[in-house]
């Protein structure tokens, strides 16, 4: 926003003091899309799949080991028919567990 701003001001011609004017006018009017994205590195609505948290979901996994055998960065913890845990740290989101669960319970990639 300051740097919009100051593109306004410091701008001698009329292209230069209205070229800020989409950026400023969705910080207007989406702040707070903005906070949560860029701030917060969190998407509210989770269709960002940059930013949304790799988890498998306890209540769907089986734990058939299928998606830690499958994982090549070896981000996925857990042991026979327990539900499994991926270390988001780790993961690289290459969508290879959730490609292999077939409960559905990889989320977040």
């Known amino acids: ?5 100051a593109v306004q001001l410091g701008s001698l011609c009329a292209l230069g003091k209205t070229a800020p004017n989409p950026v ?3 910080l207007r009017y989406f702040r ?4 949560s ?3 917060n590195k969190i ?3 989770g269709e960002c799949s940059a930013l949304a948290r790799p988890e498998i979901d306890p209540e769907k996994c089986k734990g058939c080991t299928l998606c830690s055998k499958r994982c090549p960065v070896g981000a996925i913890t857990g042991t026979v ?3 499994h845990v991926i270390d988001a740290d780790k993961c690289i989101k290459c969508g290879a567990c959730k490609t ?4 559905g319970a990889v989320k977040g990639i």
């Open 32 to 35: 707070d899309e903005y906070i």
């Open 24 to 26: 400023l006018s969705t």
């Open 100 to 103: 292999a669960c077939k409960f």
């Open 37 to 39: 994205h860029v701030v």
């Open 81 to 83: 028919r327990e539900p």
């Open 43 to 45: 998407c509210p609505t």
């Open 1 to 5: 926003e300051e740097t919009a701003k």
